[in-house]
Nanobody
């Protein structure tokens, strides 16, 4: 199974920026859509941003104009640039990649999660 490793979370003041990264390791696969989700205690995980294999993007309304998702297919990596952060962006952020294999079909792989905390 392909594993995802996230990095880039941390503590930042409101108005600040963070950049999350999520790299897939392994061989013999290609990647479809990539996305970032977030979750706070007691709430369901929500989709924050998604980018298709063709580069089309979509965002939850609350982050539009502040967050940018991008991908580097050569590095099997997806990024989330987060600007103008707000306290309500505080959450554990998870990346997701749709892994497509030749012999094992397709499946979703998840990162381990990275904490983003925005102080007011």
């Amino acid at each position: 199974q392909v594993q995802l490793v996230e990095s880039g979370g941390g503590l930042v003041q409101a108005g600040g920026s963070l950049r999350l990264s999520c790299a897939a390791s392994g061989a013999g696969f290609r990647i479809g859509a990539m996305g970032w989700y977030r979750q706070t205690p007691g709430k369901q995980r929500e989709l924050v941003a998604i980018i298709t294999s063709g580069g089309n993007t979509n965002y939850v309304d609350s982050v539009k104009g502040r967050f940018t998702i991008s991908r580097d297919n050569a590095k099997n990596t997806v990024y989330l640039q987060m600007n103008s952060l707000k306290p309500e962006d505080t959450a554990v952020y998870y990346c997701n990649q749709r892994i497509i294999t030749a012999f094992s079909g397709a499946y979703d792989s998840w990162g381990q999660g990275t904490q983003v905390t925005v102080s007011s």
